[in-house]
C-alpha cells in the first residue's frame, strides 16, 4: 500500500502563489502516476492535474492550465503543485493522489482511478 501526506497549504490574497508537497511512502514502487483533487464545500472533487511517474508526463485540468504546475522528484517519492496566479474560485481542499494501474486521459479524472489519497492540505485564496 501507498501512503500519501500532503502540506503547503494556507491563505494568500488573489494573484499569489502556493506550493504544495505530497509524500509516499510504503509501496511506491507500484506507483504508475500520482495526481491532485481539489473539492470545494459543497462541491464534488473535482481532477486538477496529474504526473506519470516513470516518464513525468502531465496533464491538467482546462481551469488550471497556464498557472499550476506539477512536477515530481522521483528520489524522495515527492509530487509537487506550484499554483501561481491564484484566483478566490481555486479556493479548496487539495488532496493528491496515487495511482497503481494504468490510467488514460480520460479514466484519470475520475476519483476511481486513484487507490490511495493523502488527507488533504487547505487552500484559501482571498479577493
Known amino acids: 500500500q501507498v501512503q500519501l501526506v500532503e502540506s503547503g497549504g494556507g491563505s494568500v490574497q488573489a494573484g499569489g502563489s502556493l506550493r504544495l508537497s505530497c509524500a509516499a511512502s510504503g509501496r511506491t514502487s507500484s506507483i504508475y502516476g500520482m495526481g491532485w483533487f481539489r473539492q470545494a464545500p459543497g462541491k464534488e472533487r473535482e481532477f486538477v492535474g496529474s504526473i506519470t511517474w516513470s516518464l513525468g508526463s502531465t496533464y491538467y485540468a482546462d481551469s488550471v492550465k497556464g498557472r499550476f504546475t506539477i512536477s515530481r522528484d522521483n528520489a524522495k517519492n515527492t509530487m509537487f503543485l506550484q499554483m501561481n496566479s491564484l484566483k478566490p474560485e481555486d479556493t479548496a481542499r487539495y488532496y493528491c493522489?496515487?495511482?497503481?494501474?494504468?490510467?488514460?486521459?480520460?479514466?484519470?479524472?475520475?476519483?476511481?482511478?486513484?487507490?490511495?489519497w493523502g488527507q488533504g492540505t487547505l487552500v484559501t485564496v482571498s479577493s
Open positions: 493522489a496515487a495511482a497503481t494501474r494504468v490510467y488514460t486521459r480520460q479514466t484519470m479524472r475520475s476519483t476511481n482511478v486513484w487507490d490511495a
